[in-house]
């Protein structure tokens, strides 16, 4: 039993959980009997129990009486994390997680993010804290990013019910703050591409900012801005320059002149980049990360793709062979896209196992009805069959629906599942991975605005809940020296990846692999040493048979044959020396006879 000041260490940790307590001094983490102490000053001085465990009660439940209790047990009941076990740890690496600036931060998230998002970088107590901190650094931002975002989509909505309920044009203050928010998003991926090369330099710069999702977004930013700024300039600049009233009649589209009503696919573009855009911004958040991007990591992994890229061929291999046939319904006509037409029957077969016979064959449905008197009779059948092409539908129809349908898409289902099960027993790791890309723009920006505009700092200071901590303000921290260390105590369940089945066999694998490694190296020893045994016997055996004196086999030995010859008195043994690559003595020749 461990006793004092660290008599915490035989207790259990109790806390909430999904959270971190860092601190310097061991009181700062209590046992479980401290906390029953300290809430004695919540209840009156009065003994303290396991149901005063929990903060007391706000004023106004208490008054509210039964209502205001149901209240608070269904708050608790929503808001409240369990209580846990926590594990607490001990490290020196003070430095990397206090008093840490955003150059500094940029550059450990940078060489976290190289290592790769299956690489485990961030599934170590100290790398993950310090993806936490500098993500309380941005987060200020990141907030202020998606409010923006979301208060541009509700615009682009106020567009189109205006249109929709008062069939007039867009009023100028609309279009102006459309206009503002399209630009500054262009604005800002541009900026992040000039600061990533003010950064890491031109080469640099370029390889760090060309990933898929960086070109994307900037892409994506460029193409918005310019739809959305054609179709609000347009206008204006169709009644001002030409004097012409537009004209918003929703319900005919043919006769309105506004431009959103000409052209409303590139109004359609310009929304659905940016609710892709605030998506997956979204999937930084907590509850978002580490439920929806190990499903989308494994739509997007190797097995993954190849299966798709393999059901594609499919797909296309059975929409050609079903457009070789001469049906009419599938000929080129007036205002209409034969080719969109006849896919849209085949992909609905093959991806969503909707069989419509009729359809594919190209006959339509009839209906002969006859009256007699005030009743209606009359019998439903369909077009007669085509002889030259009803038998190809069949056997169409009777592989695809089996073979694709029904076997390959729940294949495909298998695949992407087992990805998913992968992918969510790292969870922690791929949703740090994404986010510090986020984390490195964010704090590129972060960094670059500290340096033209101080007073900044004061902000996010003030706002310490949603932006940096407190405790990192202007070194108040130099008494985390590194010879003090910290201690650390989580919920490592949540906090930490653990290892999963396919891990725990890859680590045992690399384990016998390196052993075998091991024996195999020894074994090839072993042979060599007994072949040098060998040939070292053999040797002496023909020494023997000359009569000559053998060296010993020790150590001794080799001293012996490095030595001058021994005289006997019958004859001379002649000069050696030991070759200590064979073992063996080597004859340099025989002296004379004294």
């Known amino acids: 039993m461990v006793r004092g000041e660290w008599r915490w260490l035989s207790a259990a940790k109790i806390e909430k959980a999904y959270s971190v307590h860092i601190s310097r001094t061991l009181r700062e983490f209590p046992t479980y009997d401290d906390r029953l102490t300290d809430i004695k000053v919540f209840t009156n001085n009065e003994p303290a129990s396991l149901d005063a465990w929990q903060k007391p009660k706000p004023a106004y ?10 209240f608070h047990n269904i708050k608790a009941y929503l808001t409240d994390a369990p209580k846990v076990t926590h594990k607490v740890h001990w490290t020196t690496a003070t430095r990397l997680l206090f008093d840490v600036d955003a150059h500094t931060h940029l550059r450990m998230v940078k060489a976290l993010v190289i290592c790769g998002d299956s690489s485990e970088s961030f599934n170590t107590l100290v790398s993950r804290l310090i993806s936490t901190k500098a993500w309380d650094k941005v987060s200020l931002l990141y907030n202020a990013c998606v409010v923006q975002d979301m208060v541009f989509l509700i615009l682009c909505g106020v567009i189109t019910s205006y249109i929709v309920f008062s069939d007039a044009n867009v009023p100028a203050c609309v279009r102006f703050a459309v206009m503002g928010f399209s630009i500054r998003g262009v604005l800002i991926a541009g900026m992040d591409l ?4 003010c950064v890491y330099g031109v080469k640099a710069g370029l390889n760090h900012y060309f990933t898929f999702w960086n070109v994307w977004t900037l892409f994506s930013e460029f193409v918005s801005s310019y739809c959305l700024c ?5 206008d204006v600049y169709t009644e001002k320059v030409h004097g012409e009233k537009t004209i918003c009649n929703y319900n005919n589209p043919d006769q309105a002149t506004c431009a959103f009503l000409q052209r409303p696919v590139m109004f359609f573009i310009a929304v659905s980049n940016k609710w892709i855009s605030l998506t997956f911004q979204m999937m930084c958040s907590d509850a978002l990360g580490r439920t929806v991007l190990p499903a989308f990591y494994a739509v997007m992994t190797k097995d993954s793709m190849q299966f798709l890229q393999f059901l594609f061929v499919v797909v296309m291999a059975s929409y050609h062979s079903y457009w070789s046939l001469p049906i009419p319904e599938n000929m080129p006509t007036l205002n209409r896209t034969d080719i969109t037409f006849s896919f849209i029957k085949l992909f609905k077969m093959d991806i969503l196992g909707d069989v419509d016979m009729l359809g594919l064959e190209g006959r339509k449905e009839t209906m002969d009805i006859t009256k007699e008197g005030t009743t209606f009779e ?3 059948g369909a077009e007669p069959e085509s002889q030259r092409y009803h038998d190809a539908i069949i056997i169409l129809v009777g592989v695809l629906a089996a073979g694709v349908s029904i076997l390959l ?15 969510k027993s790292n969870a922690n790791q791929i949703w740090c991975h994404y986010r510090s890309g986020y984390t490195i723009r964010m704090l590129l920006r972060h960094k670059f605005w500290d340096e033209r505009c101080p007073w900044l700092k004061e902000i996010r200071w003030f706002f310490s809940g949603a932006g940096e901590a407190k405790e ?8 985390y020296q590194e010879k003090y260390g910290i201690f650390i105590g989580c919920h490592e369940p949540w906090f930490l990846d653990a290892n999963d089945t396919k891990e725990a066999l890859i680590e045992i694998i690399s384990h016998e692999k390196a052993l075998e490694k091991k024996m195999s190296s020894l074994r090839l020893n072993l042979s060599q040493l007994i072949q040098d045994r060998t040939n070292l016997q053999k040797e002496n055996e023909q020494l023997k048979q000359t009569g000559l004196q053998t060296p010993r086999e020790d150590p001794a030995g080799e001293a012996a044959c490095e030595t001058n010859a021994v005289r006997t008195p019958d004859n001379a043994v002649p000069k050696s020396t030991w070759n200590k690559a064979k073992g063996i003595a080597v004859m340099k020749g025989w002296p004379r006879k004294s």
Do not use: H
Not at 61 to 70: D, Q, S, V, Y
Not at 230 to 234: G, K, N, Q, R, W
């Open 61 to 70: 439940i208490r008054k509210l009486g039964a209502l205001g209790e149901n």
């Open 194 to 197: 000039v600061l990533q090369l």
């Open 230 to 234: 054609y179709l609000m300039i347009s």
């Open 378 to 380: 009359g019998t439903m």
């Open 409 to 423: 898409m729940n294949v495909a289902i298998g695949v992407v599942s087992e990805a998913y099960t992968y992918n």
């Open 472 to 479: 990192d303000r202007g070194g108040q921290n130099a008494k």
